[in-house]
C-alpha cells in the first residue's frame, strides 16, 4: 500500500510543537523548547516525581499466524547545536572564543539575521521483517548508535570576507529497540515494542535541561507494518478481544491503526500525541505549522501581519521556518476562504428508539 498518508500523519507528529508562533528564534516560548515524545538518557538524574521517561513502550495486538512478519520503522528528531560566531579580535573575548572566533547569540551580515539555534534533524531506524515464529523464541534487539558530528558553515560579506560562521555539533546518540512476541491465542499474538536511551552525559549529575535534550530522542514514535496478519484497534476493540486489549500497557506512546482509511489493518502509528485511528490531515492544510496549538487560518493572517524586521528573523531560523513563511505569502485569496470553515459528511444518526 502507498505509505503517503501514514508519511503525512507520522511527519506531522513528528515536528509538532518543533517551532511555535510567531516562528522566531527570540521568541521566549521558543527558548525553552517543549517536545512531545522525548526520552531522556537513563543517565540523567530526575525527581522522584517527573513525567521524563528513558524507555517508552508500544504494546498491540496482531491476529495472525506464525509465518507472519512485522517491521518496524523507529522515528526521532535529534537536535543539533547551532552557534553563531563572529571573528574575535579584542582582549574582551577572551575567555569567549573558539580560536580567533567568538560566540554570539545573533549577527547580521549582508542584511540577513544570523542566530545560535538548535536545530532539528530527522532520524530513521528500520528493523525487519521479522517473522512471528522467529520472535516467540525471544526478544530481538536493534541498536540505534548515531555519532557525534561538528561542521562548520563559513558565511561570507560582500566583500567577500569571513564575516560569520555557523559551527553545528551533534552529541553522540545511544539506544536500542527491543522487540517480544508472546502469543495469546491460537491466532492472537500481543507485540511489545520499547525504545531505550543509553546514551551517556558527561556531567550527568550537573547536566541542565538543554544539555541533556542534547543526548534526548524527541517526538519519538513508531510505524508497524505486518504481512499476513491484521492489527486490532486498541481505541475501538471488537467485543471478545477488549480484556485482552485493556491488557495492553503503553508507555510514552499510544497505538492506532494508519494507512488506507477502514479499508486495511496492516500499519500501527505507534504516536507520542494521543490520536485516533485512521487519523487524516485536513485537506485544505497548505503544508506543516508545527504549532502545538495549530490552526491553519490564524496562523496563517497572523504570520502575514508580521512587520519586515520579523519576517526577516523568521526567515533565518532554518529552512522550515522559511518555507512557511514563503508558502503562507504566496497562498491566493481563496485558499484562506476554504481555511476558514469546511462542513464535512456527517455519519447518519441512528434512529430513535421508542
Known sequence: MSMSRVDAIAN?????????????????????????????????????????LSRITTECLLRGNDESQIDIEVRFLQLVQRDCEIPGNSESDAGKTRGN?????????NERVLS????????RVGVGPLAILALLNGPIRKELNFGAVRETEPIYDQDGDLAARFVRHREPLCGYLEVRVVCIAAD?????????????????????????????????????RCKGAAFISLTDPPSELQEFAAGCKNTGTWP??????????????????????????????????????????????????MTDDEKREMRSVDDRTRAILERTELLPPEHFM?????MRALAPAEKERS
Open 12 to 52: 506531522a507528529v513528528l515536528y509538532e510543537g518543533f517551532m511555535l508562533y510567531p516562528y522566531r528564534a527570540s521568541a521566549i516560548k521558543n527558548q525553552q523548547r517543549f517536545n512531545f515524545g522525548v526520552v531522556v538518557p537513563e543517565a540523567k538524574p530526575r525527581p522522584s516525581i517527573s513525567s521524563e
Open 101 to 109: 572566533f567568538v560566540r554570539v547569540e545573533k549577527a547580521e551580515v
Open 116 to 123: 545560535s539555534w538548535q536545530e532539528a534533524i530527522e532520524q
Open 188 to 224: 492472537l499474538f500481543k507485540i511489545e515494542a520499547s525504545i531505550v536511551n543509553t546514551s551517556a552525559l558527561s556531567d550527568a549529575a550537573g547536566a541542565s535541561h538543554e544539555t541533556a535534550m542534547l543526548s534526548s530522542f524527541l517526538s519519538t514514535h513508531k510505524v508497524l
Open 256 to 305: 492506532v491503526l494508519a494507512g488506507e482509511v477502514h479499508s486495511s489493518a496492516d500499519v500501527l502509528l505507534s504516536s507520542p500525541i494521543i490520536l485516533y485511528d485512521y487519523p487524516e490531515i485536513a485537506p485544505e492544510s497548505a503544508g506543516e505549522l508545527f504549532d502545538g496549538t495549530e490552526i491553519d487560518e490564524i496562523l496563517a493572517l497572523r504570520i502575514l501581519t
Open 338 to 342: 476554504k481555511l476558514h470553515g469546511a
